[in-house]
């Protein structure tokens, strides 16, 4: 019986599936190129995401938060996403320097969107923070709202971009 017991333990073991742990967020180097346009990050201000893919051994680098979530509401991609990290601007050193090593994952934080800000390349960014009070208290000088990843809507990241609107820069 006790061997039963234990081929029965050993066969239920085997079956379980085991969870991937995810990667960690890699640092941001000089040479990180954004995915969709190829040009190097860090001539670009406002706050950058990474994505990694299954079997991939190095993450997409998004020059713009917005971009990266473009990206996650595509239909199209190459790999399961196994994590998605975006810059920590509660922690940024400020906007032209968002900083290399201050990743959060994109699913714990607070972006604020629809605010007067433009991003890296340009178009309205989506802003991530860790701490919903820097959230809120951006939203006091920039304006947007504050949502989660899950709420941020495709009208926010997807389509046409009006550069033509005048969108301010951080300091």
Known sequence: MKRLCLITLIALSACKEEVAKAPDPVDLTPDALSFFCQMNIAEHGGPKGQIHLEGYPAPLFFAQVRDMVAYLKSPERDAEITAVYVSDMSVAPNWRQPGISNWIDA????????????????????????SPDDANAFIDQYGGSALPL?????SEVLGPVDLDLPLETPA
């Not at 699913?107 to 860790?130: I, L």
């Open 107 to 130: 699913d714990s934080a607070t972006f604020v969107v629809g605010s007067n800000v433009a991003g890296g390349m340009g178009a309205r960014e989506v802003v991530p923070f860790s």
């Open 150 to 154: 899950s709420d941020i809507p495709d």
